[in-house]
Each structure stands twice: as structure tokens, then as C-alpha cells.
């Protein structure tokens, strides 16, 4: 995990409020991304970022929205949350798209709706 | 859409025996194949890259095979360890990155 750390590692919030998670990096990578991982989906791609204000849709974003105005940071914001959004959400960082790159992964944020 | 498949979801094995986990996937135009460890409520930590040209790579008791034009990984583990209980997933880079739903790993003493 190093270079790379999620806060809040623990959340619990209540069904509809609005809840921002945080990924923030030392690496100077490019790209961002953002994950969630559920019993029986495996990991899904929610968000990621190809730059500062760049920004594009996963697999499974509805209900999220994203922003990076810095190229340390990237921030996940669920607008209402849901109990469908209970997960862990994980961030990962790559320096390009190729070959030679792979992700590294932070360590993660358990959020729980009730 | 790149369907990401790994088999077993589960194995049990004595501790010193050799294994083989294994990840297939539908879509041979890839960038990359990355094998990632993950223990209980941890996050994810990269074990090994293979980039789409090479064939295999080894870390340590570690080696992973990459055969693209039939879409399959094998991860090896030699002389398995109690230290080695995890779950294994296995992650193939075409722009972004798709998961397995990994195989979890017990090795007994």
C-alpha cells in the first residue's frame, strides 16, 4: 500500500445522507480508480481518471460520482447513500495503460448504510 | 466484455505440496495479466505482471504462465506454506481491469 491511502478506512452512515471517500497518492501516477468489492461480484470499476479533470464511467456507476482536481487526488461521493452501496471500496493507481503496467491498490474502506 | 474465470473457488492442501490455480479469460487482446494476493479484510497486494508479449514470470516460489492465444494464467505455488492461506485473484488488462473471483487458498500445517 504504499504511496497510496483511502480515509476512511471504517464508515458507517445512514440511508440517504451523502458520504466522499478518499484516495489520495504520493506516485504521481496518472491514472485512478476506484472499485468496489462485494460476496459474489468480485471486484467491480466504478470510476476511474486519465488526468486532472479527467474523469470517465465503469462498470457499475450509477450513484457515484467521482472528482479529481489534483493529480493526488481522487474522491468518491455517493450522493444519497443506499444499503445496495454497503461494500468495500477500493482505490487503485497506475502510472499508464500498457504493457508493463499494473495497478498497486490501497487498502481500502468498509462502508456500511443502515 | 471481458468475462474473467477462476478455478477452483476454493482449495485446501497440506502444507510442502505443490499447487496450480488457474484463471481464464474470454478476451486474448490484452495488455497485461496481474496476479494479486489478498488476505481477510485486507486490501490487495501484486504478486506478479506479465505483460502480453511474455510467457511466464517468477517471483521467489512463485510462477505464473500466460498462454493469451487461448485465453489462460496458471499462478504455481511451490512448497506451500500456512503463510500462503489467502485468496488468490487473478486481473487481465484490456484498457481496464477485469477480476476473477479469485480462489481461496488454505494451507494446513
Known amino acids: 500500500d504504499a504511496g497510496i491511502t483511502q480515509s476512511p478506512r471504517h464508515k458507517v452512515t445512514e440511508t440517504g445522507t451523502p458520504v466522499t471517500l478518499r484516495c489520495h497518492q504520493t506516485?504521481?501516477?496518472?491514472?485512478m480508480y476506484w472499485y468496489r468489492q462485494d460476496p459474489g461480484h468480485g471486484l467491480r470499476l466504478i470510476h476511474y481518471?486519465?488526468?486532472?479533470?479527467?474523469?470517465d464511467k465503469g462498470e457499475v456507476s450509477d450513484g457515484y460520482s467521482v472528482s479529481r482536481s489534483k493529480t493526488e487526488d481522487f474522491l468518491l461521493t455517493l450522493e444519497s447513500a443506499t444499503s445496495s452501496q454497503t461494500s468495500v471500496y477500493f482505490c487503485?493507481?497506475?502510472?499508464?495503460?500498457?504493457?508493463?503496467?499494473?495497478?498497486?491498490f490501497g487498502s481500502g474502506t468498509r462502508l456500511t448504510v443502515v | 466484455k471481458q468475462e474473467v474465470t477462476q478455478i477452483p473457488a476454493a482449495l485446501s492442501v497440506p502444507e510442502g505440496e505443490n499447487l496450480v490455480l488457474n484463471c481464464s479469460f474470454t478476451d486474448s487482446a490484452i495488455y497485461n495479466l496481474q496476479w494479486f494476493r489478498q488476505d481477510p479484510g485486507k486490501g490487495l497486494t501484486s504478486l506478479l505482471l506479465i505483460q502480453s508479449s511474455q510467457r511466464e514470470q517468477t517471483s521467489g516460489r512463485l510462477n505464473a504462465s500466460l498462454d493469451k492465444s487461448s485465453g489462460r494464467s496458471t499462478l504455481y505455488i511451490a512448497a506451500s506454506q500456512p503463510g500462503d492461506s489467502a485468496t488468490y485473484l487473478c486481473a487481465v488488462n484490456n484498457n481496464d481491469m477485469r477480476f476473477g473471483a479469485g480462489t481461496r487458498l488454505t494451507v494446513k500445517p
Open positions: 481518471s486519465y488526468g486532472v479533470k479527467d474523469t
Open positions: 487503485a493507481i497506475s502510472e499508464f495503460v500498457g504493457a508493463g503496467y499494473g495497478y498497486t
Open positions: 506516485e504521481n501516477h496518472r491514472y
